[in-house]
């Protein structure tokens, strides 16, 4: 999971960094999805945009940092954790801590990836197997 930052109009300073959307969504009593749209299309929002933080220049960070700490990134809700297998040798490779981690990462569908667990077949490259967090 990504941090979210939310940026001023001028695009060069950040105004508060979430864990996640449904933490601005809430402090500005708007939806999850609405803040996530306004991030995909690059609108405004709430007198700022909204941007992941690693999109952010290494200046704000720095700026933002002098005065903030970043909020702790949350785990899954669910708790499945997603373990990343060599195919040949059997050894675990990785473990990402949920399930969207693998899929942003690799720009694949959540169901392609269960099924690849489900019948324990390789799946862009690696093996991989569900855990609990």
């Known amino acids: ?33 609405a803040i996530a749209t306004a991030r995909r299309r690059g609108t405004k929002s709430n007198g700022g945009y909204v941007v992941y933080y690693d999109e ?20 899954s809700k669910t708790g499945i954790s997603v373990k990343q297998i060599n ?5 675990e490779i990785t473990t990402y801590k949920c399930i969207s981690d ?19 077949t390789v799946f862009k490259g690696y093996k991989w197997i569900l855990g609990i967090v």
């Open 87 to 91: 195919p040949i040798t059997n050894q």
């Open 56 to 75: 952010c220049s290494e200046l704000m960070k720095k700026e933002y940092l002098k005065n903030n700490i970043l909020p702790v990134k949350l785990l």
């Open 1 to 33: 999971m990504e941090l979210i930052a939310h940026i001023n109009l001028s695009r060069d300073k950040i105004i508060k960094v979430y864990s996640e959307y449904s933490e601005m969504a809430s402090e500005y009593k708007a939806s999850n999805s």
């Open 102 to 120: 693998v899929t942003k990462k690799f720009k694949i569908g959540r169901d392609k990836l269960k099924e690849a667990v489900t019948n324990n």
